[in-house]
Protein backbone atom coordinates (compact mmCIF):
# COMPACT_ATOMS: atom_id res chain seq x y z
CA UNK A 1 0.00 0.00 0.00
CA UNK A 2 0.74 3.48 -1.02
CA UNK A 3 1.17 5.94 2.29
CA UNK A 4 -1.47 8.08 1.72
CA UNK A 5 -5.24 8.83 1.75
CA UNK A 6 -7.35 8.14 -1.43
CA UNK A 7 -7.72 11.70 -3.20
CA UNK A 8 -11.33 10.63 -3.72
CA UNK A 9 -12.96 8.38 -0.90
CA UNK A 10 -10.35 9.18 1.92
CA UNK A 11 -9.62 5.30 2.33
CA UNK A 12 -5.94 4.01 2.97
CA UNK A 13 -6.34 1.04 0.77
CA UNK A 14 -4.27 3.06 -2.11
CA UNK A 15 -2.15 -0.10 -3.81
CA UNK A 16 0.90 0.61 -5.67
CA UNK A 17 1.09 -0.50 -9.46
CA UNK A 18 3.02 1.73 -11.36
CA UNK A 19 6.38 2.63 -10.34
CA UNK A 20 7.79 5.64 -12.90
CA UNK A 21 11.10 6.36 -10.68
CA UNK A 22 11.68 9.84 -9.38
CA UNK A 23 11.24 12.91 -12.06
CA UNK A 24 11.58 16.47 -12.08
CA UNK A 25 8.36 18.40 -12.73
CA UNK A 26 7.48 17.62 -16.35
CA UNK A 27 7.00 21.66 -17.34
CA UNK A 28 9.76 22.98 -15.23
CA UNK A 29 12.16 23.71 -18.09
CA UNK A 30 16.02 23.83 -17.13
CA UNK A 31 18.77 25.89 -18.29
CA UNK A 32 21.07 23.67 -20.46
CA UNK A 33 23.68 24.77 -18.32
CA UNK A 34 22.33 23.93 -15.22
CA UNK A 35 24.44 20.95 -13.12
CA UNK A 36 23.22 17.68 -13.64
CA UNK A 37 20.26 16.00 -11.46
CA UNK A 38 20.37 19.56 -9.63
CA UNK A 39 16.86 20.02 -10.08
CA UNK A 40 14.42 18.36 -7.92
CA UNK A 41 12.80 14.55 -8.44
CA UNK A 42 10.21 13.80 -6.89
CA UNK A 43 8.53 9.98 -6.64
CA UNK A 44 5.94 9.91 -9.60
CA UNK A 45 3.50 6.59 -8.37
CA UNK A 46 0.27 5.66 -9.95
CA UNK A 47 -1.52 3.74 -6.74
CA UNK A 48 -5.24 2.00 -7.46
CA UNK A 49 -7.80 2.90 -4.68
CA UNK A 50 -9.08 -0.55 -3.39
CA UNK A 51 -12.02 1.02 -2.08
CA UNK A 52 -13.23 3.75 -4.62
CA UNK A 53 -11.51 2.57 -7.98
CA UNK A 54 -9.58 5.91 -8.04
CA UNK A 55 -6.35 6.00 -9.95
CA UNK A 56 -4.21 8.51 -8.81
CA UNK A 57 -0.26 9.43 -7.98
CA UNK A 58 0.45 10.09 -4.51
CA UNK A 59 3.37 12.77 -4.21
CA UNK A 60 1.83 15.98 -4.28
CA UNK A 61 4.10 18.79 -6.13
CA UNK A 62 2.78 22.05 -4.31
CA UNK A 63 0.54 23.82 -6.91
CA UNK A 64 1.99 27.28 -6.59
CA UNK A 65 5.42 25.47 -7.98
CA UNK A 66 3.95 23.77 -10.80
CA UNK A 67 0.99 26.34 -12.00
CA UNK A 68 2.18 29.68 -11.75
CA UNK A 69 4.32 30.61 -14.62
CA UNK A 70 3.06 27.50 -17.08
CA UNK A 71 4.57 27.18 -20.65
CA UNK A 72 1.98 24.91 -21.86
CA UNK A 73 -0.24 27.16 -24.26
CA UNK A 74 -3.47 25.69 -26.18
CA UNK A 75 -3.58 27.92 -29.51
CA UNK A 76 -0.13 26.14 -30.82
CA UNK A 77 -1.70 23.23 -32.62
CA UNK A 78 -4.40 23.45 -34.79
CA UNK A 79 -6.43 20.53 -33.49
CA UNK A 80 -7.29 21.87 -30.19
CA UNK A 81 -8.52 25.18 -31.19
CA UNK A 82 -11.46 23.04 -33.95
CA UNK A 83 -11.89 20.74 -31.15
CA UNK A 84 -12.84 23.53 -28.68
CA UNK A 85 -15.49 25.47 -31.48
CA UNK A 86 -16.82 22.23 -32.01
CA UNK A 87 -17.87 21.13 -28.13
CA UNK A 88 -18.72 24.73 -27.63
CA UNK A 89 -21.30 24.49 -30.68
CA UNK A 90 -22.50 21.87 -29.06
CA UNK A 91 -22.80 22.91 -25.62
CA UNK A 92 -24.48 25.79 -26.53
CA UNK A 93 -27.08 23.79 -28.30
CA UNK A 94 -28.03 22.14 -25.78
CA UNK A 95 -28.43 24.18 -23.20
CA UNK A 96 -29.64 27.18 -25.10
CA UNK A 97 -27.06 30.21 -24.14
CA UNK A 98 -27.94 33.73 -24.99
CA UNK A 99 -26.56 37.09 -24.08
CA UNK A 100 -28.01 36.88 -20.29
CA UNK A 101 -26.10 33.63 -19.67
CA UNK A 102 -22.34 33.21 -18.09
CA UNK A 103 -19.91 30.68 -18.58
CA UNK A 104 -16.67 30.09 -16.57
CA UNK A 105 -13.87 28.05 -18.16
CA UNK A 106 -11.61 27.16 -14.92
CA UNK A 107 -7.92 26.54 -15.57
CA UNK A 108 -8.79 28.92 -19.31
CA UNK A 109 -5.00 28.65 -20.23
CA UNK A 110 -4.93 31.81 -23.11
CA UNK A 111 -8.37 31.21 -23.53
CA UNK A 112 -8.45 29.26 -26.45
CA UNK A 113 -12.19 27.58 -25.42
CA UNK A 114 -13.89 30.69 -24.41
CA UNK A 115 -13.23 32.39 -28.02
CA UNK A 116 -15.14 29.83 -29.20
CA UNK A 117 -18.27 31.23 -27.55
CA UNK A 118 -18.53 34.47 -29.41
CA UNK A 119 -21.04 33.57 -31.62
CA UNK A 120 -23.50 32.75 -28.99
CA UNK A 121 -22.97 36.33 -26.97
CA UNK A 122 -23.25 35.23 -23.33
CA UNK A 123 -20.71 36.45 -20.95
CA UNK A 124 -17.51 34.55 -20.58
CA UNK A 125 -15.03 34.13 -17.45
CA UNK A 126 -12.00 32.51 -17.80
CA UNK A 127 -10.02 31.50 -14.58
CA UNK A 128 -6.35 30.65 -15.06
CA UNK A 129 -3.48 30.22 -12.05
CA UNK A 130 -0.60 31.05 -14.36
CA UNK A 131 -0.26 34.83 -14.46
CA UNK A 132 1.78 34.16 -18.17
CA UNK A 133 -0.61 32.96 -19.64
CA UNK A 134 -4.05 34.64 -18.33
CA UNK A 135 -2.15 37.69 -19.80
CA UNK A 136 -2.34 36.06 -23.35
CA UNK A 137 -6.24 35.91 -23.27
CA UNK A 138 -6.26 39.56 -21.40
CA UNK A 139 -4.26 40.63 -24.25
CA UNK A 140 -6.92 38.96 -26.74
CA UNK A 141 -10.13 40.60 -24.75
CA UNK A 142 -11.11 37.26 -22.84
CA UNK A 143 -12.39 38.08 -19.36
CA UNK A 144 -9.68 36.38 -17.36
CA UNK A 145 -8.62 36.02 -13.52
CA UNK A 146 -5.05 35.23 -12.64
CA UNK A 147 -5.97 32.77 -9.66
CA UNK A 148 -6.71 29.47 -8.67
CA UNK A 149 -10.62 28.11 -8.57
CA UNK A 150 -11.98 26.81 -5.70
CA UNK A 151 -14.70 27.34 -3.32
CA UNK A 152 -13.35 30.83 -2.56
CA UNK A 153 -13.38 31.82 -6.36
CA UNK A 154 -16.66 30.36 -6.79
CA UNK A 155 -17.95 33.27 -4.01
CA UNK A 156 -15.85 35.68 -5.73
CA UNK A 157 -17.36 35.22 -9.04
CA UNK A 158 -21.10 34.83 -7.35
CA UNK A 159 -20.68 38.24 -5.89
CA UNK A 160 -19.27 39.76 -8.95
CA UNK A 161 -21.18 38.42 -11.79
CA UNK A 162 -23.90 36.11 -10.35
CA UNK A 163 -24.58 32.32 -11.15
CA UNK A 164 -22.73 30.23 -14.40
CA UNK A 165 -25.50 28.41 -16.80
CA UNK A 166 -22.39 26.54 -17.77
CA UNK A 167 -18.89 25.40 -16.43
CA UNK A 168 -16.62 24.24 -18.19
CA UNK A 169 -12.38 22.95 -17.47
CA UNK A 170 -10.76 21.22 -20.05
CA UNK A 171 -7.59 19.23 -19.46
CA UNK A 172 -7.74 20.35 -15.75
CA UNK A 173 -9.69 18.08 -13.70
CA UNK A 174 -7.17 16.15 -12.99
CA UNK A 175 -4.74 18.66 -11.71
CA UNK A 176 -6.75 19.49 -9.31
CA UNK A 177 -4.77 19.95 -5.54
CA UNK A 178 -8.21 20.84 -4.13
CA UNK A 179 -9.84 18.87 -5.20
CA UNK A 180 -12.88 18.80 -3.03
CA UNK A 181 -13.09 22.68 -2.64
CA UNK A 182 -12.95 23.10 -6.50
CA UNK A 183 -16.07 20.45 -6.58
CA UNK A 184 -18.03 22.20 -4.00
CA UNK A 185 -17.47 25.42 -5.97
CA UNK A 186 -18.41 24.13 -9.01
CA UNK A 187 -21.97 22.88 -7.69
CA UNK A 188 -22.28 26.38 -5.78
CA UNK A 189 -21.26 28.75 -8.59
CA UNK A 190 -23.79 26.72 -11.20
CA UNK A 191 -27.28 28.16 -11.75
CA UNK A 192 -30.66 25.50 -10.95
CA UNK A 193 -30.71 23.98 -14.34
CA UNK A 194 -26.60 24.98 -14.56
CA UNK A 195 -24.20 22.31 -16.23
CA UNK A 196 -20.87 21.43 -15.96
CA UNK A 197 -18.94 20.20 -18.58
CA UNK A 198 -15.47 18.54 -17.94
CA UNK A 199 -12.90 16.85 -20.31
CA UNK A 200 -10.07 14.83 -18.64
CA UNK A 201 -7.94 11.93 -20.14
CA UNK A 202 -9.96 9.17 -19.97
CA UNK A 203 -7.75 6.25 -17.93
CA UNK A 204 -9.76 4.00 -19.96
CA UNK A 205 -7.80 5.12 -23.01
CA UNK A 206 -4.49 5.48 -21.00
CA UNK A 207 -4.97 1.65 -20.43
CA UNK A 208 -5.81 0.72 -24.12
CA UNK A 209 -3.05 2.95 -25.68
CA UNK A 210 -0.55 1.88 -22.80
CA UNK A 211 -0.39 6.26 -22.37
CA UNK A 212 1.43 5.88 -19.40
CA UNK A 213 2.73 8.73 -20.28
CA UNK A 214 0.24 11.14 -19.22
CA UNK A 215 0.92 10.07 -15.70
CA UNK A 216 2.82 13.30 -14.61
CA UNK A 217 2.86 15.27 -11.41
CA UNK A 218 0.46 17.96 -12.68
CA UNK A 219 -1.90 14.94 -13.14
CA UNK A 220 -3.03 13.54 -9.70
CA UNK A 221 -5.95 11.73 -10.98
CA UNK A 222 -7.06 9.28 -13.88
CA UNK A 223 -10.80 9.03 -14.40
CA UNK A 224 -13.08 6.50 -15.66
CA UNK A 225 -16.59 7.05 -15.78
CA UNK A 226 -17.26 5.05 -12.40
CA UNK A 227 -14.28 7.09 -10.41
CA UNK A 228 -15.07 10.31 -11.89
CA UNK A 229 -19.13 9.62 -10.39
CA UNK A 230 -17.85 8.45 -6.89
CA UNK A 231 -16.20 11.96 -6.67
CA UNK A 232 -18.97 14.29 -7.93
CA UNK A 233 -21.54 12.33 -5.70
CA UNK A 234 -20.02 13.02 -2.78
CA UNK A 235 -20.67 16.72 -3.69
CA UNK A 236 -24.32 16.37 -4.44
CA UNK A 237 -23.96 16.18 -8.67
CA UNK A 238 -24.16 13.60 -10.94
CA UNK A 239 -23.22 12.90 -14.41
CA UNK A 240 -25.79 12.81 -16.65
CA UNK A 241 -24.39 12.42 -20.04
CA UNK A 242 -20.80 11.34 -20.90
CA UNK A 243 -19.14 10.21 -24.13
CA UNK A 244 -15.62 9.58 -25.16
CA UNK A 245 -13.30 12.48 -27.71
CA UNK A 246 -10.37 11.90 -29.19
CA UNK A 247 -8.43 14.61 -28.34
CA UNK A 248 -4.94 13.96 -26.30
CA UNK A 249 -5.61 10.16 -27.58
CA UNK A 250 -8.68 9.92 -25.70
CA UNK A 251 -10.60 12.06 -23.16
CA UNK A 252 -13.96 11.21 -21.63
CA UNK A 253 -16.65 14.79 -21.88
CA UNK A 254 -18.84 14.45 -18.88
CA UNK A 255 -21.49 16.57 -18.50
CA UNK A 256 -22.71 16.65 -15.21
CA UNK A 257 -25.27 18.54 -12.72
CA UNK A 258 -27.24 18.62 -9.47
CA UNK A 259 -28.07 14.92 -8.37
CA UNK A 260 -31.93 14.57 -9.89
CA UNK A 261 -32.05 18.05 -11.75
CA UNK A 262 -31.26 16.56 -15.44
CA UNK A 263 -32.50 13.19 -17.03
CA UNK A 264 -29.92 10.19 -16.88
CA UNK A 265 -28.96 9.49 -20.52
CA UNK A 266 -28.50 6.39 -21.73
CA UNK A 267 -25.51 6.69 -22.70
CA UNK A 268 -24.52 6.39 -18.61
CA UNK A 269 -25.65 2.84 -18.54
CA UNK A 270 -23.76 1.91 -21.84
CA UNK A 271 -20.34 3.38 -20.89
CA UNK A 272 -20.72 2.03 -17.28
CA UNK A 273 -21.09 -1.29 -18.84
CA UNK A 274 -18.48 -1.20 -21.35
CA UNK A 275 -16.19 -0.52 -18.39
CA UNK A 276 -16.84 -3.19 -16.14
CA UNK A 277 -16.68 -5.46 -19.50
CA UNK A 278 -12.57 -4.05 -19.96
CA UNK A 279 -11.88 -4.49 -16.20
CA UNK A 280 -11.47 -0.77 -16.03
CA UNK A 281 -12.45 -0.81 -11.94
CA UNK A 282 -9.89 -4.09 -11.10
CA UNK A 283 -6.58 -3.75 -10.10
CA UNK A 284 -4.96 -6.30 -12.71
CA UNK A 285 -5.72 -4.13 -15.35
CA UNK A 286 -3.41 -1.52 -14.11
CA UNK A 287 -0.85 -4.30 -12.98
CA UNK A 288 -0.84 -5.32 -16.39
CA UNK A 289 -0.60 -1.95 -18.03
CA UNK A 290 2.78 -1.46 -15.43
CA UNK A 291 3.62 -4.77 -17.47
CA UNK A 292 2.63 -3.14 -21.14
CA UNK A 293 5.05 -0.39 -20.28
CA UNK A 294 7.95 -2.27 -19.80
CA UNK A 295 7.91 -3.90 -23.47
CA UNK A 296 7.35 -0.73 -24.84
CA UNK A 297 10.49 0.43 -22.99
CA UNK A 298 12.52 -2.06 -24.45
CA UNK A 299 11.13 -1.72 -27.87
CA UNK A 300 11.57 1.73 -28.13
CA UNK A 301 15.42 1.82 -26.59
CA UNK A 302 16.23 -1.11 -28.97
CA UNK A 303 15.15 0.60 -31.65
CA UNK A 304 16.68 4.29 -30.94
CA UNK A 305 19.71 2.24 -29.68
CA UNK A 306 19.30 0.73 -33.49
CA UNK A 307 19.84 4.22 -35.16
CA UNK A 308 22.30 5.33 -32.73
CA UNK A 309 24.47 2.50 -33.78
CA UNK A 310 23.56 3.32 -37.64
CA UNK A 311 24.71 6.88 -36.75
CA UNK A 312 21.63 8.02 -37.62
CA UNK A 313 20.54 11.43 -36.01
CA UNK A 314 16.74 11.34 -34.01
CA UNK A 315 15.70 14.79 -32.60
CA UNK A 316 12.10 14.98 -30.20
CA UNK A 317 9.16 16.77 -32.51
CA UNK A 318 7.71 18.58 -30.20
CA UNK A 319 8.99 18.71 -26.22
CA UNK A 320 5.44 18.61 -24.33
CA UNK A 321 5.22 17.82 -20.56
CA UNK A 322 4.29 14.12 -21.45
CA UNK A 323 7.49 14.11 -23.70
CA UNK A 324 9.09 13.79 -20.17
CA UNK A 325 7.99 11.01 -18.07
CA UNK A 326 8.87 8.92 -21.20
CA UNK A 327 12.03 10.14 -21.57
CA UNK A 328 12.58 9.49 -18.20
CA UNK A 329 10.89 6.80 -17.58
CA UNK A 330 12.31 4.75 -20.33
CA UNK A 331 16.15 6.35 -19.45
CA UNK A 332 16.51 8.02 -22.48
CA UNK A 333 18.65 11.29 -23.01
CA UNK A 334 20.85 12.87 -25.69
CA UNK A 335 22.55 9.93 -27.00
CA UNK A 336 19.57 8.47 -28.35
CA UNK A 337 17.72 11.82 -28.68
CA UNK A 338 19.92 14.87 -29.48
CA UNK A 339 17.88 17.88 -29.37
CA UNK A 340 13.73 18.34 -29.50
CA UNK A 341 12.72 20.82 -31.63
CA UNK A 342 9.56 23.31 -30.86
CA UNK A 343 7.12 26.06 -32.09
CA UNK A 344 6.43 27.20 -28.76
CA UNK A 345 9.08 30.09 -28.54
CA UNK A 346 8.71 29.54 -24.08
CA UNK A 347 10.47 26.20 -24.56
CA UNK A 348 13.06 27.28 -26.90
CA UNK A 349 16.72 27.16 -25.80
CA UNK A 350 15.62 25.14 -22.38
CA UNK A 351 16.16 21.93 -21.86
CA UNK A 352 13.41 19.11 -20.49
CA UNK A 353 14.27 18.01 -17.51
CA UNK A 354 15.70 15.26 -15.74
CA UNK A 355 16.98 13.85 -19.11
CA UNK A 356 18.42 17.26 -19.72
CA UNK A 357 17.91 16.54 -24.00
CA UNK A 358 18.25 20.69 -24.77
CA UNK A 359 15.28 22.28 -26.94
CA UNK A 360 16.05 24.55 -30.48
CA UNK A 361 13.70 26.62 -32.64
CA UNK A 362 11.89 24.15 -35.48
CA UNK A 363 13.67 25.71 -38.71
CA UNK A 364 12.37 25.20 -42.10
CA UNK A 365 15.02 22.91 -43.96
CA UNK A 366 16.56 21.77 -40.75
CA UNK A 367 16.21 18.25 -39.94
CA UNK A 368 17.44 14.67 -38.34
CA UNK A 369 16.82 11.66 -39.93
CA UNK A 370 14.32 10.63 -38.09
CA UNK A 371 11.93 12.44 -35.91
CA UNK A 372 10.52 10.57 -32.18
CA UNK A 373 7.16 11.67 -31.68
CA UNK A 374 6.68 13.09 -28.35
CA UNK A 375 3.00 14.40 -28.66
CA UNK A 376 2.20 11.59 -30.83
CA UNK A 377 -1.63 11.93 -30.14
CA UNK A 378 -1.53 14.81 -32.52
CA UNK A 379 0.46 12.39 -35.55
CA UNK A 380 -2.54 12.78 -37.85
CA UNK A 381 -2.17 16.54 -37.82
CA UNK A 382 1.85 16.24 -38.40
CA UNK A 383 1.68 13.54 -41.03
CA UNK A 384 -0.32 16.25 -43.15
CA UNK A 385 2.17 19.06 -42.72
CA UNK A 386 3.22 19.61 -46.10
CA UNK A 387 6.85 19.86 -44.63
CA UNK A 388 6.67 16.76 -43.17
CA UNK A 389 5.63 14.97 -46.06
CA UNK A 390 8.17 16.27 -48.32
CA UNK A 391 10.76 15.15 -45.06
CA UNK A 392 9.59 11.76 -45.76
CA UNK A 393 9.71 12.02 -49.28
CA UNK A 394 13.67 13.11 -48.61
CA UNK A 395 13.94 9.63 -46.59
CA UNK A 396 13.20 10.94 -43.16
CA UNK A 397 10.79 8.84 -40.71
CA UNK A 398 8.76 9.50 -38.05
CA UNK A 399 9.18 7.33 -34.58
CA UNK A 400 5.81 6.63 -33.08
CA UNK A 401 6.53 5.58 -29.52
CA UNK A 402 2.62 5.07 -28.63
CA UNK A 403 0.21 3.13 -28.67
CA UNK A 404 2.67 1.20 -30.56
CA UNK A 405 6.34 1.63 -31.75
CA UNK A 406 5.90 2.95 -35.11
CA UNK A 407 8.40 4.20 -38.14
CA UNK A 408 6.61 6.31 -40.28
CA UNK A 409 8.51 7.13 -43.33
CA UNK A 410 7.20 7.78 -47.42
CA UNK A 411 6.78 3.92 -47.59
CA UNK A 412 4.20 3.84 -44.73
CA UNK A 413 3.92 2.37 -41.30
CA UNK A 414 6.49 -0.39 -39.89
CA UNK A 415 5.50 -2.09 -36.52
CA UNK A 416 8.31 -2.16 -34.41
ZN1 LIG B 1 -10.72 5.84 -2.90
Redesign the pocket.
Known sequence: MLDMA??????R??ELVIDLTDQPHCNRLVRVDLPAKTEPHYPLRVGF??????VQIDHTIPKESMFSDYPYVSGTTKTLPAHFAATSRRIADAYGLGPDDLVVDIGSNDGTWLKQYAPFGCQVLGVEAAGNVAKLAQDAGIRTWSRFFNEDCAKDVIAQFGHAKVVTAAGVFFHLEELHSVVRGIEQLLTPDGVFVVQAIYLGGMVENTAFDQVYHEHLCYYTLRSLS?LLERHGMEVFDAHLEPIHGGSIEAHVARKGSRLVQPSIAAMRADEVTKGFGEIATYQQLARNVLALQQKLVALLQDYAARGKTVWAYGAPAKGATLLNSFGIGPALVQQAVERNPMKVGLAIPGCRIPIALEQDGVSPDAYLVLAWNFIDEFLKNPANIAFMAGGGEFIVPVPKVLVVGAGGARQV
Do not use: F, I, L
Not at 6 to 11: A, K, P, S, T
Not at 49 to 54: E, I, N, S, V
Open positions: CRCCGGNVCRDCTMA
